[in-house]
């Protein structure tokens, strides 16, 4: 096990991940399940902690009001790409570019050519699934790694059996650097948690900041870990026993 030591639990700031974090990994991103509990115990640390509680996804910031409601003031999805920054507030989106046309139609044939396979439409790119098609992986991956070859706005990034074309210049450790920087997160200490290679960055501004970054495999175990440590917060006021 490794750990970065938790600030005082009345002076941080939660920012959390969601797929592999907060929920088990599924087959497919529309097969995720939120245990019972889960929301009351978010909504429930986001008062303690004055309001200091965000989600942090790849995800569309709409999916995330759909599985979790209102238990995240905040919420950056599309790695950065969306923030909004409390809840009922606009949603604040850096300028980027949309992918090529000919990638997505490329991307949608991918899905065509490799059953179990699964194109998804991102808002600033897009993702090839391969979960239920593992052999497809290697081909998928060289496919998309020649359309982002020569871009200068675009890079290839692995997820879990998945591909995604993602714009550069976003990413979660700017979406943590952002939220920070006002109400109700300023002047406190970050603790950010993920599972995933995009969620270093998350940790590393975090730790930049003064504050932590936690590994799901490290701390937790898994999702499930990370979720019995929360209701331990949740009912304690106080940050539950890491293993
Ligand atoms: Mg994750």
Avoid: C, N
Wanted: aromatic content about 6%.
């Amino acid at each position: 096990m490794s750990s970065d030591p938790l600030p005082p639990f009345r002076d941080a700031a939660l920012l959390l991940d969601l797929d592999g974090t907060l929920l088990d990994l599924a087959p497919t991103p529309d097969s995720v399940v939120v245990p019972p509990g889960l929301t009351d115990a978010l909504s429930r640390i986001r008062d303690q902690l004055d309001g200091a509680l965000a989600v942090i996804t790849g995800r569309a910031i709409e999916t995330i009001d759909s599985l979790l409601g209102d238990a995240p003031h905040a919420i950056a999805g599309e790695h950065g790409g969306a923030i909004r920054p409390a809840p009922g507030a606009a949603i604040e989106r850096p300028d980027l570019k949309p992918p090529p046309r000919s990638w997505l139609k490329r991307g949608a044939a991918l899905e065509a050519a490799h059953p179990g396979s699964m194109f998804e439409r991102k808002p600033r790119g897009f993702g090839l699934h391969f979960r239920l098609a593992p052999d497809a992986g290697p081909a998928i991956h060289e496919a998309l790694a020649g359309l982002v070859a020569d871009s200068k706005d675009f890079w290839l990034m692995p997820g879990h059996m998945m591909w995604e074309i993602r714009p550069r210049g976003v990413d979660k450790g700017d979406a943590v650097a952002r939220l920070m920087r006002s109400a109700p997160f300023l002047g406190r200490l970050p603790v950010f948690i993920g599972d995933d290679v995009t969620d270093e960055d998350g940790m590393r501004v975090a730790r930049s900041l003064g504050g932590a970054g936690l590994r799901v495999q490290d701390v937790f175990g898994d999702a499930a870990g990370v979720r019995v440590w929360l209701y331990d917060t949740a009912a304690a006021g106080d940050w539950g026993a890491l293993r």
